[in-house]
């Protein structure tokens, strides 16, 4: 089994929360405000809400997703992958501290921000005394079947893997304590969208990659078709300039290693518009990797900041019913 709320579409609203465990708490108790949350929070996610805060809420489409960070592993003795670990700095980051890390994380997605909210409410009832909000964050996104625009007004999300099995692959840990779990990096980075919109549309388009309007590779004609890396114009550069996002972001030079991306937009204070960057993979290497090249070259990265990161170990799912409890 594995938690909702990883590779199922994302609904309209997000809550993110990133908590930290308060010293001396000990793993018992942990697993204890897990099963009291999983129980409050359960009948909800089957529109069937009776913790107070919800009542009267339509609750359907409501997910709670729960990961573990690097630090937790050693306080509360659990075995961990030692792929667990706080992402590299990059050159180029801008990290604010209040705005990275955390020992728990929880994902609320719903359709509605009303509902995302009151479900905080809930756990942060339920986890009293254990877990003190280290930073939180809401977003949104365009609930499907088209593929959601970003605050650019670009698709995002086009190059995910498509078919179950591939997307099978890009996330879930196949062996072990954690097999069924996924590592969420998350990444809150500013879009400088006033920037980008004084670009003439085809030099946005080149930036990206990919069109505006449909969402096509530049090499291409339809969203899906495949990104052809290759193609040349006549004068004999590329058809996707070397150093265009999709270009340098592309799968194929990781081998063909695909993560899930499934960011959110966000608003925060008077002028801050961005990407809540969540992607879902079995090993955060692969963020570095991608990462690392795009540092190196991205046209987007005139237009990004990146001032928050996390990484979490998302636990394994239960079955209907059943409670969360740490694994490991
Ligand atoms: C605010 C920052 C970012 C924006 C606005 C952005 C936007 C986009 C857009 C519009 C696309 C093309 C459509 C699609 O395939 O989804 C794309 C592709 C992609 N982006 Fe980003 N992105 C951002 C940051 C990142 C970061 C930090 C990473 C990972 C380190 C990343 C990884 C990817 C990948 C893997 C693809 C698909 C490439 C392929 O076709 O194989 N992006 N992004």
Known sequence: MNQAGITDPAPRSLLFLALDLVDGTQRRTVDRMLADWSRAIEPATRGKPDAPELTGLDTTGLTMTIGVGPGLPGRLGLTAPKELAPIPPFPGDRLRPTLCGGDLAVQICSNDPLVSLQAAQVLTRLSQGVLTIRWRLPGFTQPGPSTPRNAFGFKDGTGNPRTAADISDAVWISEGPWRHGTFLVVRR???????????????????????????????????????????KNADGTYVLPVDAHNRRAHARFDGGRQMVRRGFTYTSGNDETGLLFLAFMKDPGLFTRVQTRLVEQDALNGFIQHIGSAVFLMLPGTGDGAVLRLPG
């Open 189 to 231: 980075i500013t879009m400088d969208v006033q920037r980008f919109a004084t670009l003439p549309a085809q030099r946005q388009e080149a930036v990206i990659g990919s069109r505006r309007d449909t969402g096509a590779p530049l090499t291409g004609h339809a969203e899906f078709d495949e990104v052809d890396l290759f193609a």
